[in-house]
């Protein structure tokens, strides 16, 4: 059982005491149950049958820690966030009812199913509490702050696991920066935390404090081989224990080689003539065009075929629309053709005419 087995011992002593009910912890549900009583009952309700419907509501309420006790689904304690989710839904159908201003007999039929549907609730936040926030911590020493649902006590608990939270193998280049992390995901729910001591562990098993503070990681500059080996993490609380103990073991790798790739617009050696060798600009100096310059690049090349289509496009246009325009005025064209072609002939004849009547007037 674990860290359950106190709490569980506790929670079965604190049935003797008088109690409470979670929800009634919150002073915002005692204020809405008074108000119902001085407030709305006057108004909704017989006078005599004020006082018997609030002790049974109050019963009701106070029921609601009458769930039985088991590791996965309730333990007799709540945390601060199950506790503000359950008052606020019995909040929210409370002030529902009260607003429908619904009276008699009816509103103490509703007021009854509502808090019978707000214990089930209850029930499943508490089951999700102890199945997912309750000591979250898998190893080390977690303190969590804890509200009794007996007596509405806060109280920290000890969830205590193993100290030792294993080993983690860093692998690092020479001349890198080293960082060793030691934070959990649940620190920062914890209470009672202090500060965070990194140790180096040498070959015979003794220690040395290499920095201790509230920054949960240790980083080191620019490591070389000298600092490879064991460190230590260690997570201090306000209790005697540590919280968290992990340990890093550092390997340095050599030094990472960084090949230098010379740029494609950059001359080698190969491609300048010896010509070239002399300072400034010279006759026989070769000019060297960029990448861009030498091969057209897909871009280039879209673009011209989209120039060319949009052409082409445009020619076939105009054709189109010759053909129409001759296709409707092709009677008018051809008048205009045949009576360009009279005209011509008659001009002819008129001229050749003359001609006719001179030769005759000569011949006689």
Known sequence: MGP???????????????ARGCVLCDAKVVEALNSLETDYLPGH??????????????QAVQDFKEL?????????????????KASWSLLKDLKRITDSEVKGELFVKELFWMLHLQKDTFARYAAQFQKEAFCPNKCGMMLQTLIWCS??????????KSLDCGERKVKVHEMED????????????????????????????SETLVSKGKEPSLTKTMVDPVDAGTYRCQLDTVQSSPATVIHFHVTVLPKR??????????????????????????????????????????????????????IWGFVVLIAGIATVTLCYRSEKVMDSIKSWFRTGNETAQSSQFPEKKATKSRSQ
């Not at 359950?4 to 008088?18: G, I, K, Q, T």
């Not at 007596?151 to 205590?160: D, I, M």
Request: glycine letters at 6%.
């Open 4 to 18: 359950r087995l106190p709490l569980l011992v506790a929670a079965l002593a604190s049935c003797v005491l008088p």
């Open 45 to 58: 309700l017989g006078a005599e049958h004020h006082k018997n419907v609030m002790k049974r509501v109050k």
């Open 68 to 84: 039985p006790f088991d590791e996965d689904s309730y333990m007799g304690v709540v945390d601060e966030s199950t506790l503000e």
């Open 151 to 160: 007596n509405c006590k806060k109280q920290v608990h000890a969830c205590r």
């Open 178 to 205: 080293m960082i060793l992390d030691c934070e959990l995901n649940w620190h920062h729910a914890s209470q009672g935390l202090t500060d965070y001591s990194f140790y180096r562990v040498w070959s015979n098993k």
């Open 257 to 310: 080689i960084v090949e230098l790739i010379p740029s494609s617009n950059i001359p080698t050696q190969d491609e300048v003539a010896p010509s070239e060798g002399t300072w400034g600009p010279t006759k026989s100096s070769t000019t060297l065009q960029s990448p861009t310059s030498q091969s057209p690049t897909a871009e280039n090349i879209l673009r011209g075929r989209l120039v060319g289509l949009l």
